[in-house]
């Protein structure tokens, strides 16, 4: 049975997603923000940042893989499921759950800009120090991490401990 130990607790990740809307809030103030979930993970973070922002905000959602069904990135990005709203002109946040590798950003950054958003910005509540290595940025972090497999609020191992409400490192 794997072993669990929190890293994040549900309290730490609500604070930190008030403070992170918080400075959404005053950069995209007067402007119209749509914001952009990479499913799956993302759901948890995007669905508590948007009750924090203005109730015009917009969401769509993007699917991307790289991950198998184990803990480790293949190193090849697929879209899933594409966009459905139209993001030329669109002042656009992209809302991830974690830098891992940076490879899913930087390949759906590239993609992203080909539409020319008016902004391109993305938010992150979990940065690993690898990320940043291969090109991997966030313009609002929550947190930075170690180099470990975390699971929870949204994030999975094999589709598994995405529903509890902390991050937590899973250890076989």
Do not use: W
């Not at 979930?37 to 769509?60: C, N, W, Y």
């Not at 946040?93 to 080909?114: C, M, P, Q, Y």
């Amino acid at each position: 049975m794997p072993e669990l130990k929190t890293i994040i607790t549900a309290d730490e990740i609500q604070a930190k997603v008030s403070e992170l809307a918080g400075k959404i809030r005053e950069h995209y103030s007067g402007r119209d923000l749509l914001l952009i979930g990479v499913l799956k993970g993302s759901i948890h973070f995007l669905s508590d940042l948007a009750r924090q922002l203005d109730p015009t905000t917009e969401i769509d959602f993007v699917q991307v893989s790289s991950y198998g069904p184990g803990n480790s990135s293949s190193g090849v990005v697929r879209i899933k499921k594409d966009l459905d709203i139209n993001i030329e002109g669109r002042h656009v946040l992209v809302v991830e759950d974690i830098l891992d590798t940076g490879l899913t950003l930087t390949h759906l950054r590239e993609l992203f800009a080909t539409r020319k958003p008016a902004s391109l910005q993305v938010v992150t509540l979990l940065q690993k120090p690898t990320a940043l290595q291969h090109g991997g940025r966030a313009e609002y972090v929550g947190f930075d991490i170690p180099d470990e497999f975390v699971v929870g609020y949204g994030l999975d191992y094999a589709e598994r401990y995405r529903n509890l409400p902390y991050v937590a490192v899973l250890r076989e």
